[in-house]
C-alpha cells in the first residue's frame, strides 16, 4: 500500500466517522433572548434599589453622619483627676450607649469603611490606649477579670442583644502589665480571637511632635514588631501619643525604618469632636479626631462624651444612622454633594 497507506486509510476513516458523527448529532443551539434577559435583570435591579431607599427612609438613615470615637485609659476604683474612669463610669457610658443604640465597630472596620451594623442604629468606636492591664486582664482559664474594662464591655453587651462586646487596643510597649513574651501573646491572642482590635501607639509612648522623621518612623515601626512578633498580624491604625502630630503628619501614616515598612488605613487625636464618616469628603486619614471621655466639667462642659453624646442625640440628623446594608452607603438625597468618589458607587441616595 505504499509508505502512509494503512496509516492513511485508518485517519481518514476515523476522521470521517467523526464527521459524520458530529455531523448527524449537532443541533442548532437556542440563544437566550438577550435584550429580554436584561430588560429583566434591570428591571429586578430597579426593584431591589428601590425598596433599599424605602428602607432606608424608614429609618432616616444618614451614613454620612458623625460617629464618635471615644478615647480611654486606665479603668479604675477611685481615679485620678485626669482621663481615666472609674469601672462604675465606664459601665453606666456603656449602658447609655446601648440605650441610645449604639453599636461598637473597631477602629479598622471605621476607616476601611466596613460598618455592618443593623438599620436605625448607630456606629461608636471603642478605643483604649497605652495597653493598662486595667483594661484586660485574663484568670487562670482565660476569663476576663470582671472590673476590667473588656470584662464590663462583655457583661453590659450580654444583658444587651446586639451591642458587639469589641474595641480597639492601642499597645506600647508595657504589654497589659505582662513581662514575659508569652504572656503577653496569651492576652493578644485572645483579644484578636474574641473580636477585639490591636492598634499601634508607638514603641514608647513617645511624643513625636518635632521629631526628626528617622525618630518618628523609628518609634512607629518599634510598635509595629511589637505587635507582629506577638500574633503576626499587622495593626490597620495607629493612635498618635498625646494626639500630637510629627512635623510632616504623613509620617505618622506610612514610612519605614530599617528595612520594614508601614501603610496605615487611619491615624487618631486625642480630641475634640466626634469623627466623620469615612464615606466623606471630610474624612481625613491622617487626623481622626476622638473624644475623651468626661463628664461635663471643665473643658468637658462641650468637648468630652457626655457633652457629645448629648449633642447628637439632639442633633440626629447629623448623627450616623444605618441603613442596615453593609454594601450601600444611605442619605438624604440633598447630602448628595458631600460623598467621597471612592464610594460613589455605592450610594443610595433617597
Sequence with gaps: MGRFGAAGLAVVSLSAVTLSACGSSAKPVKQADAPAAKQHRVAAEASLRKSEMEAAARVKANELGQIPVIMYHRIVKNPPPGDDRSPQQFREELERLAAEDYVPITAAEYVTGKIDIPAGKHPVVLTFDDSSPSQVSLDGMGKPLPDTAVGILMDVAAKHPGFRPVATFYVIKDMFGKARQEEQVQVL?????????????????????????????????????????????????????????????????????????????????????????????????????????????????????????????????????????????????FKAPFVAASFKARALPY
Design 189 to 333: 491572642e485572645w483579644l484578636k480571637d474574641n473580636g477585639f482590635d490591636i492598634g499601634n501607639h508607638t514603641h514608647d509612648h513617645l511624643n513625636l511632635l518635632g521629631k526628626s522623621k528617622e525618630e518618628v518612623e523609628n518609634q512607629i515601626v518599634g510598635g509595629q514588631n511589637l505587635i507582629t512578633s506577638l500574633i503576626k498580624t499587622p495593626p490597620v491604625t495607629l493612635a498618635l501619643p498625646y494626639g500630637n502630630q510629627p512635623s510632616k503628619k504623613e509620617w505618622a501614616l506610612h514610612g519605614s525604618y530599617k528595612g520594614v515598612s508601614y501603610n496605615y488605613r487611619g491615624v487618631f487625636l486625642a480630641g475634640y469632636t466626634p469623627a466623620p464618616s469615612p464615606y466623606t469628603k471630610d474624612f481625613d486619614p491622617v487626623g481622626i479626631p476622638r473624644i475623651r471621655s468626661k463628664e461635663k466639667v471643665g473643658d468637658c462642659v462641650k468637648f468630652c462624651s457626655m457633652a457629645w453624646l448629648d449633642w447628637l442625640k439632639a442633633n440626629p440628623n447629623d448623627r450616623y444612622t444605618s441603613d442596615g446594608y453593609a454594601n450601600t452607603v444611605a442619605f438624604p438625597k
